[in-house]
């Protein structure tokens, strides 16, 4: 056992405890959230040092976030759809890689935010990833029918395994990385040889639709791998042995996620109930129910330092301190920032703010804001699209020639980035109600409004771009 391992064993356990004592007061409450996507977030998973969130939402975006400042660190677009899973890559370089409801799978340069390889080969969603123990491989399973391994330093598949499924929804690496598990319609856990291609015995583990695994540690010959079902049933196994421990049919709804701590001693269950349960491993004991997401929960992923990540229905994802009462995040309950508060708001003004609490994440709103995921919105109202110094616009944006008038921002919100801007860095967020965006853009042009002396960055419409005339 390494030292990082038996620290991880011994915070896991102390976490336990802490854990069993913070239960006698009821229900463990969330220490923060972090919310910047524009709709359901469908995938999260956390750095091997703890350090860093990735997740991925139905609004396109993948983010990675800081997790001690609870703050994205880089929003990037790539994928034409949803996206459905999220996964790091073990390394020394910060990498990770996507999978989306356009069928891609996407391996990122986190740092950089860039694309290293698109890799292409679902006809239909792909909806699940693992990456193995070694991070040379990725394997996706898909709404086509398939599971794919793909080499993560050339991009290409090593391996299609066909099924008769006409979806899979689940997708592990077992066995030191020498196996690929997947659940399929019929209940059946399906086993691939990573190193020939054959297909192995598979194992009939539930008697309906496997909708999630999870594998205790990939990377041992032995361990314990969990399943999950829409019959609401859940249960463990060993492995290689393919001994059932434990059989568990105790949620309201139909289970959609799981997740294993760390030390392979505590399982996390999440479904369409909106509640997180744990349970013990490897007896399957009640240990604790998480409540707070309004909706179905998504993913889950343990992190160090004893917490859980959670990600659902309502836009959010939720940080849990498995101590209990713990704040987690630097300000309190929440990484937003607080919306500014001008003088004399009028009541849609007030309204507007409420609707501009998910923008403040990614946007500054004074002239000496830095920019962050994007670019100040100081002086936005009358200004040329994609002219902000020192923002790395996408080419799909810069020389639009698109002005920011109120009506144009309107249309943006009510038609989305994908039509307004096609190509461009915007994640999709859309707004429907039509006084909802009204109040918005009121809040907009409040907040932002330039005061006198101090410039606008970027070309405004009235002026000459830059080196053509006076600045604005």
């Given at each position: 056992?390494t030292?990082?391992r038996a620290?991880?064993?011994l915070?896991?356990?102390?976490?336990r405890v802490?854990?069993a004592?913070?239960?006698?007061?009821?229900a463990?409450?969330?220490?923060a959230?972090?919310?910047?996507?524009?709709?359901?977030v469908?995938a999260?998973?956390?750095?091997?040092?703890g350090?860093?969130?990735?997740?991925?939402g139905?609004?396109?975006t993948?983010i990675?976030w800081?997790?001690e400042?609870q703050?994205?660190?880089r929003i990037?677009?790539?994928?034409?759809?949803g996206?459905?899973a999220?996964?790091?890559v073990p390394?020394?370089?910060?990498?990770g890689?996507s999978a989306g409801?356009?069928?891609?799978?996407?391996?990122w340069?986190l740092?950089?935010g860039r694309?290293l390889?698109?890799?292409?080969?679902?006809?239909?969603?792909?909806?699940?990833l693992?990456?193995?123990?070694d991070?040379?491989l990725?394997?996706?399973?898909?709404?086509d029918?398939?599971v794919?391994v793909?080499?993560?330093?050339t991009g290409?598949?090593r391996h299609?395994?066909?099924?008769?499924?006409n979806?899979?929804?689940?997708?592990?690496f077992a066995?030191?990385?020498?196996?690929?598990?997947?659940?399929?319609e019929a209940?059946q856990l399906?086993?691939?040889?990573?190193?020939?291609?054959?297909?192995?015995?598979p194992?009939?583990v539930?008697?309906f639709?496997v909708?999630?695994l999870?594998?205790?540690?990939?990377?041992?010959a032995?361990?314990?791998?969990?399943t999950?079902?829409?019959d609401?049933t859940?249960r463990?196994?060993?492995?290689?042995?393919?001994e059932e421990?434990?059989?568990?049919e105790l949620?309201?709804?139909?289970v959609?996620?799981l997740a294993?701590?760390?030390?392979?001693?505590?399982l996390?269950?999440?479904?369409?109930d909106?509640?997180?349960r744990?349970?013990?491993i490897?007896?399957g004991r009640?240990?604790?129910t998480?409540?707070?997401h309004?909706g179905?929960v998504?993913?889950l992923a343990?992190?160090p330092g004893?917490?859980?990540?959670?990600a659902?229905?309502d836009e959010?994802?939720?940080?849990?301190?498995l101590?209990?009462?713990t704040?987690?995040?630097p300000?309190?309950?929440?990484n937003?920032p607080?919306?500014?508060?001008v003088a004399d708001m009028?009541?849609?003004?007030?309204?507007?703010?409420?609707?501009?609490r998910?923008?403040?994440?990614?946007?500054?709103?004074?002239a000496e804001g830095?920019?962050?995921a994007g670019?100040t919105?100081?002086?936005?109202?009358g200004r040329?699209?994609?002219t902000v110094?020192g923002?790395d616009?996408?080419?799909a944006?810069?020389?639009?020639?698109?002005?920011?008038?109120?009506d144009?921002i309107a249309?943006l919100?009510?038609d989305?980035?994908?039509r307004?801007?096609?190509?461009s860095?915007?994640?999709l967020?859309?707004?429907?109600?039509?006084?909802?965006?009204?109040?918005?853009i009121a809040?907009?042009?409040?907040?932002t409004?330039?005061?006198?002396g101090v410039?606008?960055?970027?070309?405004?419409?009235?002026?000459?771009?830059a080196?053509q005339?006076?600045?604005?």
């Amino acid at each position: 056992m390494t030292a990082g391992r038996a620290l991880s064993r011994l915070g896991a356990a102390l976490a336990r405890v802490l854990l069993a004592a913070a239960l006698c007061a009821g229900a463990l409450p969330a220490a923060a959230a972090l919310l910047g996507h524009g709709g359901p977030v469908q995938a999260v998973d956390v750095s091997a040092d703890g350090r860093h969130a990735l997740t991925g939402g139905f609004d396109y975006t993948v983010i990675l976030w800081d997790l001690e400042s609870q703050v994205p660190v880089r929003i990037l677009t790539g994928h034409d759809g949803g996206v459905s899973a999220v996964r790091f890559v073990p390394g020394s370089t910060l990498r990770g890689v996507s999978a989306g409801d356009d069928g891609d799978v996407i391996l990122w340069d986190l740092h950089a935010g860039r694309i290293l390889h698109r890799m292409k080969g679902h006809a239909l969603r792909a909806v699940e990833l693992a990456v193995s123990p070694d991070g040379r491989l990725a394997a996706s399973a898909g709404w086509d029918g398939t599971v794919r391994v793909w080499d993560l330093e050339t991009g290409t598949a090593r391996h299609v395994f066909e099924t008769r499924a006409n979806r899979i929804n689940t997708v592990a690496f077992a066995g030191g990385g020498t196996q690929v598990l997947a659940g399929d319609e019929a209940g059946q856990l399906l086993v691939w040889s990573v190193g020939t291609g054959e297909a192995m015995r598979p194992l009939r583990v539930h008697d309906f639709v496997v909708n999630a695994l999870d594998v205790a540690d990939p990377a041992a010959a032995s361990t314990t791998v969990a399943t999950a079902s829409v019959d609401r049933t859940m249960r463990l196994w060993s492995w290689p042995a393919r001994e059932e421990l434990v059989s568990i049919e105790l949620h309201d709804a139909a289970v959609l996620a799981l997740a294993i701590s760390d030390d392979g001693t505590l399982l996390a269950s999440s479904g369409a109930d909106g509640a997180i349960r744990l349970w013990s491993i490897p007896d399957g004991r009640p240990a604790g129910t998480l409540t707070g997401h309004a909706g179905a929960v998504f993913a889950l992923a343990f992190a160090p330092g004893g917490r859980l990540l959670s990600a659902g229905r309502d836009e959010s994802v939720r940080v849990w301190s498995l101590a209990g009462g713990t704040e987690i995040a630097p300000a309190g309950a929440t990484n937003i920032p607080a919306p500014e508060t001008v003088a004399d708001m009028t009541e849609a003004e007030k309204r507007g703010q409420w609707e501009f609490r998910k923008c403040r994440i990614c946007h500054s709103i004074t002239a000496e804001g830095e920019n962050r995921a994007g670019p100040t919105l100081y002086g936005i109202v009358g200004r040329v699209a994609g002219t902000v110094p020192g923002y790395d616009y996408s080419p799909a944006l810069t020389g639009t020639g698109i002005v920011w008038t109120p009506d144009m921002i309107a249309r943006l919100f009510a038609d989305g980035p994908d039509r307004v801007t096609p190509g461009s860095k915007m994640p999709l967020q859309k707004l429907s109600s039509p006084q909802a965006r009204d109040d918005l853009i009121a809040y907009i042009e409040k907040v932002t409004a330039p005061k006198p002396g101090v410039p606008v960055p970027g070309q405004m419409a009235d002026a000459p771009p830059a080196g053509q005339g006076a600045k604005q």
